[in-house]
């Protein structure tokens, strides 16, 4: 079983930066990929981005530009760097583990971001 934990959500301004944190535990397949899906209220999960074990990554459109994700291998943890940010960023953020061994998704618990002046 693999678990997901995220930190790095909050209030903000709108233009300031939040910084997202996911650190994944358990049975880790080393081939995989780790990303960030956001919710916003009345609307449908949509990524946001993702980013392999080998370093490839895609963004929504809507975040290029402004959000850049990363990750460290060794700490299976994926980072998602969001910088002018907009009221239209609001959501509820949740991180994604999609192990490419045994094709299984797993999420976390999500957390929310809130850009409002």
């Known amino acids: 079983q693999v678990q997901l934990v995220e930190s790095g959500g909050g209030l903000v301004q709108p233009g300031g930066s939040l910084r997202l944190s996911c650190a994944a535990s358990?049975?880790?397949?080393?081939?995989?990929?780790m990303g960030w899906y956001r919710q916003a209220p009345g609307k449908e999960r949509e990524l946001v981005a993702r980013i392999t074990s080998g370093g490839s990554t895609n963004y929504a459109d809507s975040v290029k530009g402004r959000f850049a994700i990363s990750r460290d291998n060794a700490k299976n943890t994926v980072y998602l760097q969001m910088n002018s940010l907009k009221f239209e960023d609001t959501a509820v953020y949740y991180c994604?583990?999609?192990?490419?061994?045994?094709?299984?998704?797993?999420w976390g618990q999500g957390t929310q971001v809130t850009v409002s002046s």
């Open positions: 358990g049975s880790i397949f080393s081939i995989n990929a």
């Open positions: 994604n583990l999609h192990d490419f061994n045994t094709g299984q998704r797993y």
